[in-house]
């Protein structure tokens, strides 16, 4: 599995008839509970296997991929996760592999929102390998690449991966937003996951691609969504 020990949650949810609370205050900038459990999520829907400590050469995009989110969130290593980002993109496109090209760009979405990226300084003055993104517009490709991401995946059928993926994309897009202090449009977001994620929900209802979650349903899922949302500031936190 791909479950490491880095991944710890600090939220406890309503278990057995105990009121759900958070451990940890959530900041508009660091939502380490909610984001690490989407993190989970990204890790066993897009990346089955086990990833590596060390990266080694692969022809596999998957791979490429797996390898990259194992060097942004397990080692803080951004050049060598860009250039495998980048590697799988391009294989993907060669191959005419949609779903495959639209992992790759939610991957490059995560690159550019992530701590890893954030916390590195010579990206300032040396840039990315991605040319048209400058420091302090790399949320704003982040969404970028979610969008590309988000079109691949709405003209593909509607399969269970395919609506858990376009769900867990929402919710990163609503994260970017509060990176960038836009408390509204985050906000918006998380409503449109909550409903892409009920989707899913009504027609897989044993949750296979969210298994590891810690809410066992969708309505107690709703009220941690709920809560957060209470918390970052959303004037109306009603959910369907």
């Known amino acids: 599995m791909l479950i490491s020990e880095e991944f710890r949650f600090s939220i406890y949810f309503i278990r057995k008839g105990k009121i759900a609370y958070l451990k940890r205050r959530y900041s508009v900038r660091k939502m380490k509970s909610l984001r690490n459990i989407f993190l989970m999520f990204f890790l066993i829907v897009?990346?089955?296997?086990?990833?590596?400590?060390?990266?080694?050469?692969?022809?596999?995009?998957?791979?490429?991929l797996?390898?990259?989110?194992?060097?942004?969130?397990?080692?803080?290593r951004p050049i060598p996760a860009e250039k495998l980002i980048q590697e799988a993109i391009e294989i993907f496109q060669k191959e005419n592999d949609a779903s495959g090209l639209?992992?790759?760009?939610?991957?490059?979405?995560?690159?550019f929102n992530s701590p890893a990226v954030g916390h590195f300084s010579p990206y300032k003055t040396?840039?990315?390998?991605d040319k048209t993104v400058q420091y302090d517009q790399r949320y704003q490709k982040a969404l970028w690449y979610f969008d590309k991401a988000k079109e691949i995946l709405k003209k593909e059928?509607?399969?269970?991966?395919?609506?858990?993926?376009?769900?867990?994309?929402?919710?990163?897009?609503?994260?970017?937003?509060?990176n960038m202090y836009k408390t509204d449009s985050a906000c918006k977001r998380y409503k449109k996951h909550i409903i892409?994620?009920?989707?899913?929900?009504?027609?897989?209802?044993?949750?296979?691609?969210?298994?590891n979650m810690s809410?066992?349903?969708?309505?107690?899922?709703?009220?941690?969504?709920?809560?957060?949302?209470?918390?970052?500031?959303?004037?109306n936190s009603d959910l369907p």
């Open 102 to 111: 639209a992992k790759g760009y939610a991957t490059y979405g995560l690159f």
């Open 66 to 76: 797996t390898d990259a989110y194992g060097l942004l969130y397990n080692q803080n």
């Open 46 to 64: 897009f990346f089955m296997g086990c990833s590596a400590m060390f990266v080694g050469s692969t022809n596999d995009p998957h791979q490429k």
């Open 196 to 211: 892409k994620f009920k989707e899913y929900v009504s027609k897989y209802p044993d949750m296979k691609k969210f298994r």
């Open 126 to 129: 040396k840039g990315f390998l």
């Open 157 to 178: 059928q509607d399969s269970e991966l395919n609506m858990s993926t376009l769900s867990m994309i929402l919710f990163y897009e609503a994260e970017t937003y509060l």
């Open 215 to 235: 809410a066992d349903s969708y309505e107690e899922y709703k009220i941690q969504m709920k809560y957060h949302m209470w918390r970052i500031g959303c004037e």
